[in-house]
């Protein structure tokens, strides 16, 4: 498996480990210092914050599980691929994100939407 690969599961994983020691392991694992991280609600740059917002929104919905619905596809650094976030197995979001990553695989940016991206017919 490629690095980037790894890098994108383990960054699922943070989102499902409630444990900081291991969060800010992980973080300092598989992203640059100054990862960018952007959202519809969030736009956040570094360790610190990525970790300080991860913390955030499991206290707003404690117990989600967070997973990757899709293959990654890759293209000159740039990662395209769908996520899930459930709870008590129910569907709360869909999204998709384009991640950048360096030629080590590790993250630089995240750039996150919810909801499905649907071709026109």
């Known amino acids: 498996m490629p690095q980037y690969e790894e890098n994108l599961a383990k960054m699922l994983q943070i989102w499902n ?3 900081p ?3 800010r392991s992980m973080v ?3 992203m640059e210092h ?3 991280f952007v959202d519809p609600n969030h736009n956040i740059i570094g360790h610190e914050a990525f970790i300080d917002m991860v913390a955030q929104v499991q206290a707003r ?3 989600a599980s967070y997973a990757r619905a899709s293959a990654i596809e890759m293209q000159n650094n740039f990662c395209r691929y769908h996520w899930k976030i459930d709870f008590n197995g129910q569907r709360l979001v869909d999204g ?3 991640t950048e990553v360096n030629d080590s695989g590790k993250i630089v940016k995240v750039i996150g939407f ?3 991206l ?3 017919s």
């Open 61 to 63: 919905i404690p117990g």
């Open 114 to 116: 919810f909801g499905r």
């Open 118 to 120: 649907e071709r026109d």
């Open 17 to 19: 480990t409630t444990d």
């Open 34 to 36: 100054n990862v960018h």
């Open 21 to 23: 020691v291991e969060i």
């Open 96 to 98: 998709f994100d384009v």
């Open 28 to 30: 300092r694992e598989i």
